[in-house]
């Protein structure tokens, strides 16, 4: 248990650094950041999701008809919404795209919310969305993901700094998109690809600051080895630690490495 408290206060101390330095030192290399994101975008249709992740065809469809890479797709939905079709935030964004109704959705011509919770219908407008922001901003993907949670009248095109949380955002869904495309660190090359849903989760934590739990996170997942960390926004604005594991003997293993640390 005295683990436990020490790791919290441990997190919590990171997260309050990363607070007070927001404004002068942050804490994501935003030049890193965008050099990943002009990596990325230099073979990105080129690239494959190690997982079959659910409505599949959904994204399929949506990349090929709009010219993306089902990639980042997979990448915004999985940081947006988890594959909830009918998840809602509370700035009434909804669906696998998080789509806010009704002005962003009316936006893309989509005039019932029944048709924004349609999960094809969601995607596809979700990757509209998407390719009218990346011609907007030149095909840079750093400011194209910016521009789509924060809206593109507050990311300029092509010069001066983002606002802290639309960076935040950018990071948030490259950390996504880096599962998108290596799913689990157990995957081997050559063997069949698993699916997204039998990626089972068991709850940790809940933070209500994300630095909180990307903090916690770091300071736990080199105890865990193989057995993957990741915490997600939930719609209530919270943020959620879970361990993810394939089957009885990983939860077992994991539930044995949590108790040490005073989870019980």
Known sequence: ????????????????????????????????LEARWQTYAQHALQTRPALDFPYAHCFTRAATAHELPETLLLAVARGESDFKPRARSRANAYGLMQILWPGTAKHLGLEQLSEVLDPC???????????????????????????????????PVSAGRLPEGAIWY???IMRHLDYVLNGSS??????ARQRYAGQNR???IHFSRPYRAAAFVDRLQPGFGDLRLDWFRLPDGGFDVVMLYADAAERSRGLQLLSRLGFG
Not at 18 to 25: C, E, H, L, R, S
Not at 186 to 191: E, V
């Open 121 to 155: 219908t969601n995607v596809d407008a979700g990757a509209r969305y998407l390719k009218e922001l990346q011609q907007r901003y030149h095909g840079n993907l750093y400011r194209t993901l910016a521009a789509y949670n924060y809206g593109p009248a507050r990311i």
């Open 202 to 204: 068991l709850f940790i």
């Open 1 to 32: 248990m005295l683990r436990l408290i020490w790791i919290l206060i441990l997190c919590a101390g990171l997260s309050w650094a990363t607070a007070a330095a927001a404004k002068t030192d942050p804490s994501i290399d935003v030049q890193a």
């Open 170 to 172: 950018s990071a948030y």
């Open 186 to 191: 157990k995957r081997r090359s050559g063997t």
